[in-house]
């Protein structure tokens, strides 16, 4: 007989003989875990000034606008292949939505969000902010905000398939979602470097969002600040009553959407944070070195129902309330949920099949940390 006196080293030989699917290994030292009273809007990956970075698209021509000029005549009616530059100043949307259409690039011509301000009519009024329709498109550096239905809206099924960049945005006070990719594949987008959320009193309804993805192909959410994406609880959509709705997720991607990446995100004070499928498909991807934190009860820091081969790994989750799952998982296949730091155990809630846990830890008081597989 074999007499294994360190508890966890027993652990793994008896899940090595069962061969129970959560991988066996001693949990590895991972020294204090972060402070997480102290999130902010740091960027933890690549935030170049967008001029600089690698993403730059290079355009042919460039035109100037500004706030008393009829900016929106120029954005509409650019040819491909411009970059329009926005002087600083407040410029307003009049009309349903600005349509975007293939290869132009709306940027600040000082580099800087705070100083081009587009707001638009109020959540009085039905409307979007940018709708785009075309490839290869780029917003940065600019701040938007005051609409009632998306600051941004991506429609597949017009031509918009694939390549927009969101990067270094600021968008805030929107009424449903803040940036909405509709169904039909739209491929390789990313959002990144960017703020996202309400001010105090900025939500009105329960249906909202930061980034709502349906159907997207290897999208990337990177680098984020996400706060306050909380409903006021008085129903749905602003002022339509639709039956009972809570928050959305910070960040959702479902609706068959595949290879998503959410990567080094802050989320703050949001009722639901990232989440994959939500009872629909959604395939491939990983959630990586997101930073969770609530101060208020909610809901869970990580969904996945429905997702199938995710890795979710090296994310911070700070849960508030009784909430019973920093992660829960369900009718999920294929997931490798490893080296989490987290306020409560991961919660399987059934139907789900070949899922690794590895490496996940909790906080238990300030100077002990215990496994939790």
């Not at 600040?225 to 959509?237: E, K, M, Q, V």
């Not at 987290?342 to 215990?370: C, F, K, M, Q």
């Amino acid at each position: 007989m074999i007499k294994i006196k360190n508890p966890i080293s027993r652990f793994c030989f008896i899940t090595t003989v069962l061969a129970v699917v959560s991988a066996c290994t001693i949990e590895p030292d991972y020294g204090d875990p972060p402070d997480l009273t102290r999130f902010d809007d740091t960027p933890t990956g690549d935030c170049t000034r967008y001029d600089q970075s690698t993403l730059y698209r290079s355009r042919a021509s460039t035109q100037i606008v500004y706030p008393q000029s009829d900016w929106i005549s120029t954005v509409e009616n650019a040819q491909p292949g411009t970059e329009i530059l926005f002087d600083d100043g407040d410029y307003t949307i009049d009309q349903y939505a600005v349509r975007l259409r293939s290869d132009i690039t709306l940027r600040s011509l000082n580099n800087n969000p705070s100083n081009v301000r587009i707001s638009g009519m109020g959540y009085q009024q039905d409307s979007e902010g940018f709708m785009v329709l075309g490839n290869n498109i780029t917003l940065a550096d600019l701040s938007i905000r005051n609409i009632r239905n998306h600051a941004v809206s991506v429609n597949p099924d017009s031509g918009a398939s694939q390549g927009l960049q969101l990067y270094n945005l600021n968008i805030a006070d929107i009424g449903t979602q803040h940036i909405k990719v509709n169904p039909g594949g739209a491929r390789n987008g990313l959002i990144a470097c960017s703020s996202i959320g309400y001010s105090e009193g900025g939500a009105i309804g329960d249906y909202n969002g930061a980034v709502d993805l349906h159907g997207t192909i290897d999208w990337t959410v990177r680098d984020n600040y996400i706060y306050n994406i909380t409903g006021d609880g008085s129903g749905c959509i602003i002022d339509e009553s639709c039956g009972q709705y809570i928050s959305a997720p910070a960040i959702l991607a479902w609706n068959g959407a595949q290879g998503t990446r959410i990567i080094g995100n802050t989320i703050v004070d949001s009722f639901r944070n990232i989440a994959l499928g939500i009872g629909t498909p959604h395939n491939g991807g990983n959630i990586l070195h997101n930073r969770i934190r609530q101060s208020l009860p909610g809901d869970a820091g990580i969904e996945l129902f429905g997702a199938s081969d995710v890795v979710v790994e090296f994310n911070t989750v700070q849960l508030s309330g009784g909430y019973p799952g920093a992660i829960e998982f369900r009718q999920s296949s294929g997931l490798n949920i490893s080296n989490n730091w987290l306020s409560r155990r991961p919660w399987n809630r059934g139907g789900n099949r070949e899922i690794v846990l590895s490496g996940n830890a909790y906080r238990v008081t300030d100077s002990v940390h215990l496994p939790i597989n």
